[in-house]
């Protein structure tokens, strides 16, 4: 019988988009919520469904991920991370999972592909692609995304060591795993708008996007 594969949803306030995340999760994967400080009643909606809880007091990106990561039943081997705000559809993680569990690569990412234009604003994706080129260019990895969608050995992951705990984690995550010379590829996965009236906490605001860029500054400074 197989072990169930937890699903890492690191979470500030994503209680409009729960519901539909929550219910699309397929047979076989289980929720984490790493609730970073969630004031929108997020915890009540995943508690009412049966899923389990991760309080995170450390706020960032990475320190919701890494506690979550921590918090993976060790059973199964593979772990995935995905964004709570369902710009992502948990119907498709298999994509992801089933390669890493298969031995076939010890990083799979999630390539955006969005299904609208509201999905992805044009200097986001400038954004992303810019640092997918510097990666690419500095590290030999065929990476084209930045990835928030994404699966991977727990154990391993976990001894990679990232010291991010803010946006530069997946920046991090991608430079960690090329030093240790995994194998990363890419599967494409739908990138659907953000659950009705909420907003990205990197592209959403002028602040949050300085806070990303900062952020991922200081990652390829170390």
């Known amino acids: 019988m197989r072990t169930m594969t937890d699903v890492v949803l690191p979470c500030l306030n994503e209680a409009a988009a729960l519901p539909w995340l929550l219910d699309r999760m ?8 790493a609730d970073n ?6 915890v009540d909606v995943a508690r009412r469904r049966g899923v ?3 309080a995170v007091a450390q706020r960032g990106y ?3 991920v890494h506690a979550g990561v921590l918090a993976a039943d060790p059973a199964d081997g593979v772990v995935c991370v995905m964004d709570a705000d369902g710009s992502f559809d948990p119907v498709q993680l298999p994509l992801l999972a089933d390669p890493v569990r298969a031995g076939v690569t010890d990083l799979a990412c999630g390539r955006r592909r969005p299904v609208s234009a509201r999905a992805w604003p044009p200097h986001a994706r400038l954004g992303n692609a810019v640092l997918a080129r510097r990666i690419r260019r500095g590290t030999g990895l065929p990476v084209h995304d930045i990835a928030p969608m994404r699966a991977a050995r727990r154990d391993a992951l976990i001894a990679l060591d990232l010291r991010d705990r803010r946006f530069g984690y997946p920046l991090e995550l991608l430079l960690g795993a090329a030093r240790a010379g995994w194998r990363v590829t890419e599967a494409d996965v739908s990138y659907r708008p953000r659950a009705t009236g909420t ?3 990197v592209t959403g605001t002028a602040r949050g996007t300085l806070c990303a860029i900062h952020d991922m500054r200081a990652v390829l400074a170390r």
């Open 26 to 33: 397929p047979v076989g994967y289980r929720p984490i919520l």
């Open 52 to 54: 389990r809880i991760v």
């Open 37 to 42: 400080g969630s004031t929108d009643g997020s």
């Open 62 to 64: 990475g320190a919701a």
């Open 199 to 201: 907003r990205s906490k």
